[in-house]
């Protein structure tokens, strides 16, 4: 095997950085944050979408999938670089609030004056920052406008979802669009200074990512949001009525887990109007991530060979069909585009078949493997250490839709835990990093932790539990990101142990 392909990697999302204001940002525990990973040798900074969040926090489901979260924006920064004052910050909601996990109306309303001061305080900028801001806006055309006047009218309509708006404002009819422009052109400012602030932010830490040797892995739905820009501004590529409802909508069948299926709500895709446009959106949509990240987990990976579709007036999963995805012509044109490779890991979790293995290992795609998945007592199961063979897979001790580590391990009955005993090879006295050390141990390109297990924190600590729809993505770190240095040096020096080192541009796939 060729050691220099081998990485470790940390799942942390910056909403759980410490610092004031009520949630973490792209400020400076997050560069504190890149600073303690490159020191240590640790290649991989894997986040969650960016991209604002749904009313319960869930980054999985964007009003406007290729904005960022205007609840990542920091403040200090701003100051620091003559954008805002210090009597800006001070007037903040949550200035002076003590750190804990995040309250959602808080830095929904954070944000929100952040906004409003950055607009104004904008005519006083320099000719140099006005002039940076133009270009780019221009060059983020093809989602900017449109989430930018999604984010105002949704507040001009008391965030009702757009299919109930007036009529000219649900069907995009040009006079009223343009009215909107007119009348609240503040608001508009507002929210592409925010977009460009996030950007510019953002940018930054990619610097020093990149100076660090360490790559930033991000993930993408695989759908989008019914209540989202992105939908209403392209009606005809999505399954959906004139009225704007649900003919056919997302979500798997029944399983093991759930005798009715999982509903998601999400509208499916008309697969023949991507085909017959080139798959223009989706190549723009893959695009702005690639801006972003320089590996992206593309979510829900076996809908790129076929979907369930359900009955967009059903109650239950139960009820639907699987269709057929264009995955290969997707997936090859965006591999010409990149110049033959794909910077792209499937998550291929879950009942898989054969056409599904094909279009990822056809396109060289690395795959995941859960380590608490596998110690049910089948010899044959996949995620067993035993059983993962070759290189191009990615092992988790467990991702944010999991338990922790610690917490995983305390709900185990005695013969699952003596299991994982006879895997390690010893008993188990530090569940959290005898299972990461079993990671590393593989054969996979690549090992990733979260950094609760990394910290042995009890279900606590969980980031989200699946199937819930409140208590979830409010985690925080409690301590100085300083404070890590100990652990994260202790995941180096065992991560070299075993060949893993930090990871040059490219270097995943």
Not at 21 to 30: E, L, M, P, V
Not at 70 to 99: I, V, Y
Request: net charge neutral.
């Amino acid at each position: 095997m060729n050691q220099a392909h081998r990485h470790a990697g940390v799942l942390l999302h910056p909403t759980a950085l410490p610092g004031k204001g009520g949630c973490g940002s792209f400020g400076q525990a997050a560069h504190d944050w890149l600073d303690l990973l490159g020191r240590h040798r640790i290649g991989i900074w894997q986040l969650l979408p960016l991209a604002p969040t749904d009313g319960t926090g869930s980054p999985y489901s964007s009003p406007s999938g290729s904005a960022l979260n205007p609840w990542l924006l920091d403040g200090e920064r701003l100051r620091q670089e003559g954008f805002l004052q210090p009597e800006d910050l001070e007037a903040l909601p949550g200035a002076t609030a003590a750190e804990g996990p995040m309250d959602l109306s808080l830095v929904a309303a954070r944000s929100k004056a952040l906004g409003e001061a950055l607009a104004r305080r904008w005519g006083a900028q320099p000719a140099e920052q006005q002039r940076a801001f133009a270009r780019w806006r221009r060059s983020q055309r093809r989602w900017l406008p449109d989430h930018a006047l999604f984010m105002v009218i949704r507040r001009l309509q008391g965030g009702q979802p757009w299919w109930q708006w007036p009529a000219p404002l649900a069907q995009r009819q040009r006079r009223a669009l343009a009215r909107i422009a007119t009348d609240h052109a503040d608001w508009l400012l507002q929210e592409q200074l925010l977009q460009w602030q996030l950007q510019r932010q953002w940018q930054q830490l990619r610097r020093q990512a990149s100076q660090a040797g360490v790559q930033l892995l991000g993930d993408l739905p695989f759908y989008v949001a019914h209540d989202s820009a992105d939908v209403w501004a392209h009606r005809s590529l999505f399954s959906l009525r004139p009225d704007g409802s649900l003919t056919a909508q997302s979500g798997v069948p029944p399983d093991y887990f759930s005798a009715t299926g999982q509903l998601w709500g999400t509208p499916v895709y008309r697969w023949p109007r991507h085909l017959l446009s080139g798959f223009s959106w989706w190549l723009a949509r893959l695009q702005r991530q690639f801006e972003l990240f320089d590996q992206l987990r593309l979510d829900h990976f076996r809908a790129l060979q076929s979907f369930w579709s359900v009955p967009g007036d059903a109650l239950t999963a139960e009820n639907g069909s699987w269709r057929w995805f264009p995955g290969w012509p997707l997936l090859a044109l965006l591999w010409l585009r990149r110049g033959r490779h794909l910077p792209l890991i499937a998550e291929d979790l879950g009942v898989i078949t054969p056409a599904v293995e094909a279009l990822r290992d056809g396109f060289d795609l690395p795959g995941m493997k859960i380590l608490q998945f596998a110690f049910n007592g089948d010899s044959t199961n996949p995620y067993l250490p035993a059983n993962i063979r070759g290189r191009r897979w990615v092992v988790y001790t467990g991702t944010h839709d999991n338990a922790t580590s610690v917490g995983w391990w305390q709900s185990l009955g005695d013969d699952a835990r003596q299991r994982v005993a006879e895997a390690v090879g010893a008993p188990i006295t530090a569940p959290a990093w005898q299972l990461l050390e079993l990671a590393l141990a593989s054969s996979a390109d690549l090992a990733v932790v979260p950094l609760q297990d990394l910290l042995e924190l009890d279900d606590r600590a969980r980031f989200n539990t699946p199937g819930t729809s409140s208590g979830n993505w409010t985690w925080r770190l409690q301590q100085p990101v300083a404070s890590l240095d100990g652990a994260l040096q202790g995941y180096g020096a065992m991560a070299g142990r075993y060949g893993r080192a930090a990871a040059a541009a490219g270097e995943l796939n």
